[in-house]
């Protein structure tokens, strides 16, 4: 059966690098690009029996962790690798807190990442050289904030990304091409499911899953 790995990152090298790894590790797969969290919702809906996902932290409409949380939740059955710039590892700790089978730095040899994809793919855990001892002792990062935001259906996710864009609800209607008064309903629903009472709650909410949410450190916290 031929293997199907979603590769989402808005660097058109990188992927070119995450394909040529994919080829190696699984000269078969078929392999389906997308360049944003909105086009990787799509591609997940189009192939829900696909084999993994390869995942830039950093996308257009992506808040950090917000799209492997939300990953996770919805599509608990598929592996998710964080494909990440950052090398501290409090962003690998948090990463594999939130759900990721692995995490994989952008700037690991091409042998590296291959031999990451067919572990992950083969039902393992993977992380760069001694890394999971240092991780092992480090304090577990899951927020309460996060299994809430796992219970947000697609379109709820993608009217909180909006929301956190700054959109209003008629620009969300259109984007979305529904009424005003169905992102209305979407709104309130989020709203209930998150805990918060206003568009501005909401979006402090989701800077908890920033990667850098104080800009001064990758600490998370």
Known sequence: MVQQIIIADD????RAALRQAVSEAVPDAEMVEVDSIKTLQAAVERHPDADLVLLDLNMPGAHGFS???FMRGQYPG??????SGSEELQVMRRSIDYGASGFIPKSAP???ITEAIREVLNGEVWLPAG??????????DVTDFSDKLASL???QFRVLGMLAE?????QIAYDLDVSEATVKAHITAVFRKLGVRNRTQAVIAIQQMEIDPSDTSLSGR
């Open 131 to 140: 890394v999971a001892e240092k991780l092992d002792r480090m304090q577990a």
């Open 166 to 170: 700054g959109l209003l609800n008629k």
């Open 11 to 14: 660097h058109p090298l990188f």
């Open 153 to 155: 259906t697609p379109q």
């Open 78 to 83: 598929l592996p998710v690798v964080v494909v």
């Open 67 to 69: 799209g492997l949380v």
């Open 110 to 112: 091409l042998p590296e």
